[in-house]
């Protein structure tokens, strides 16, 4: 199914990416100058006519700064498309974001003619980003930009064959993105490549979407961590090695505690099991966050802290699971065990974990969970409510930024909150938009009971009931949002000593019931050396700037628990 182009048979590529939107800091041209600065940590490499200096899917080796030739950059997919990104020559550098740290590359490199190269390995390139300031800063920008670039050119990575209102196609369609993972989808019903593919399979509804990887593997309708495996998303963790600290969580408290600790020299190792920014980073706007006066989304400022905290030298595992926290073990003070059957080992732990989505009562509710039943409220879930009726459940900040983000979708949104106001729960900028946007309308005292559908369907109605009168009514809806809270993810601290209160949130700082042991610091739990951040922790404001800060905080406090 290859179309004509191919890398022998290629449209001509646009001259250094000419029609990319801020192409002049996208594909900058190095002088002969800052060559010579950067010489120092790199090698010398040469390659051939036709030669690949780097290809999908494969780790990628470093960043490359021509010397002389050409190379071309390229995507392709795995139904066989080439798509031309740039053609790069003397002056130019060779990299994105991911070769920070050694991540697969999602394009691939073609020398055009003899190349002449520095290659500058994922560790060297860290090194030149910190020790040589404005230069870094020219080219950290520059490889944000060219991942920025590739999630939004729609071509390359993953291709998805089937409804892009499915439920399961909404479902990897969000963790790729919620990973900045370049993807696309296409609708067998209208697209000839997509119709021919389901031909030759013959999947069955349940197998629907097939995922066809830039190798030409195909997943039918897999499971998040089978489709970060075949794309090899997650990143490079030394298992042999013994981490200074290993923090579980990267929502904003363990992002802030990566980049803080990484920066000060402590060799660190981050373990997620989704992706990273947590409940932040599907947060449509953040408006009360210092320094942003416009507002910032939460994938936005948590993509930027997790960039920053690569750029340090901190290791990212995403998405992995940690299962269990060992204490007092022979080879390191403390080892976590992986969902993949594979140990971490840290001299500190700092549990990030966060919170999970609370599930209300409501009858059938598992039943519609991701078939119109979301916690979440990105451009995906957006775009499948347009110009439709919505009800949106809770009455916090997050409800409130999730109900003025859909409203710029819906034809309207029916705000439930089972208090009698907003006031006790909300920002007064939140209410004050609510109440001057005229398609939400807000319902209080009020819940959902119970909804109705069909596996066919999907969610068609939801009965409300008005907790004053107990009078119920039925509104045909196929989108329920639900914002009600989050209860503690600390399943996996089960028997390993770390005191949790009664909701199951960590205790910090509490005095040790044990004679001549040292007061446990402010973020300390009950075990010496295991410290809880943000959400996760009992007491905590949970709000973003709170959970910044105690990650910042908390470094204060290893270099204390490391030192003694």
Avoid at 12 to 17: C, I, R, T, W
Avoid at 406 to 431: E, F, K
Wanted: aromatic share 6%; hydrophobic share 40%.
């Amino acid at each position: 199914m290859a179309d004509s182009s191919s890398v022998g048979d290629r449209p001509e590529a646009p001259s250094a990416g000419s029609t990319v939107p801020r192409h002049d800091q996208t594909f900058p041209v190095l002088t002969a100058a800052e060559i010579e600065r950067i010489r120092r940590f790199g090698e010398l490499r040469r390659y051939a006519d036709g030669a690949h200096l780097f290809e999908t899917g494969q780790p990628g080796p470093g960043m490359f700064v021509v010397l002389s030739g050409h190379v071309a950059i390229t995507q392709h997919d795995g139904l066989g498309h080439v798509t031309p990104v740039a053609e790069q020559g003397p002056g130019q550098f060779l990299a994105e974001i991911g070769q920070l740290s050694g991540r697969v590359a999602l394009v691939d490199g073609i020398a055009e003619g003899e190349v002449e190269c520095l290659l500058i390995r994922p560790d060297r390139l860290r090194g030149l980003l910190v020790a040589e300031a404005d230069l870094g800063e020219r080219i950290m920008r520059a490889l944000i930009l060219r991942r920025v670039n590739l999630i939004q050119g729609g071509s390359g990575g993953p291709v998805l064959i089937g409804s892009a209102n499915a439920y399961d196609a909404v479902r990897l369609m969000s963790f790729l993105t919620r990973n900045g993972w370049p993807h696309h989808l296409l609708d067998p019903a209208t697209d000839h490549d997509a119709a021919e593919l389901v031909a030759r399979y013959s999947p069955a509804p349940h197998d629907l979407p097939l995922v066809v990887t830039p190798d030409g593997t195909v997943l039918r309708n897999p499971s998040e961590g089978e489709l970060a495996r075949a794309m090899r998303m997650n990143g490079h963790v030394d298992r042999s090695k013994l981490y200074d600290v290993a923090i579980v969580g990267s929502g904003p408290a363990g992002l802030a505690t990566a980049v803080y600790a990484a920066s000060e020299g402590l060799s660190v190792a981050v373990c997620d099991q989704r992706a990273f920014g947590g409940q932040a980073g599907a947060s449509a706007r953040i408006e009360n966050y210092l320094g942003f006066p416009t507002g910032i989304s939460g994938m936005a400022l948590t993509a930027r802290a997790y960039n920053q905290a690569q750029k340090f030298g901190a290791d990212i595992l995403i998405p992995t699971e940690v299962k269990a926290l060992a204490c007092g073990c022979d080879d390191g003070p403390f080892k976590l065990t992986l969902d993949d059957g594979g140990e971490l080992r840290a001299r500190a732990i700092v549990v990030a974990s966060g919170a999970r989505y609370r599930r209300p009562e409501i009858e059938r509710l598992a039943e519609f969970e991701g078939r119109g039943v979301y916690y979440w409220a990105s451009p995906i879930e957006a775009r499948l409510c347009k110009q439709q009726d919505v009800i949106l459940v809770g009455g916090g900040n997050s409800a409130g930024q999730a109900a003025v983000f859909l409203s710029g979708h819906a034809a309207r949104v029916h705000m439930v909150v089972r208090a009698g106001g907003l006031a006790a729960s909300m920002s007064r900028y939140l209410i004050e938009r609510i109440e001057s946007t005229p398609n939400i309308e807000p319902v209080f005292d009020t819940e959902v009971v119970a909804l109705d559908g069909s596996a066919d369907t999907g969610l068609t109605h939801a009965t409300l009931r008005n907790r004053r009168s107990g009078e119920d009514c039925t509104i045909a809806v196929s989108n329920l949002f639900l914002f009600v809270g989050a209860d503690p993810a600390t399943g996996w601290l089960d028997g390993c000593g770390v005191t949790l209160d009664r909701a199951g949130f960590v205790i910090t700082g509490a005095p040790s019931a044990d004679e001549g042991q040292r007061p446990a610091q402010a973020l300390e739990t009950s075990v010496p050396g295991v410290f809880a951040v943000g959400d996760v922790r009992s007491g905590s404001v949970k709000r973003v700037g709170g959970a910044i800060g105690e990650g910042a905080q908390v470094v204060a406090a290893l270099h204390s628990y490391l030192a003694g």
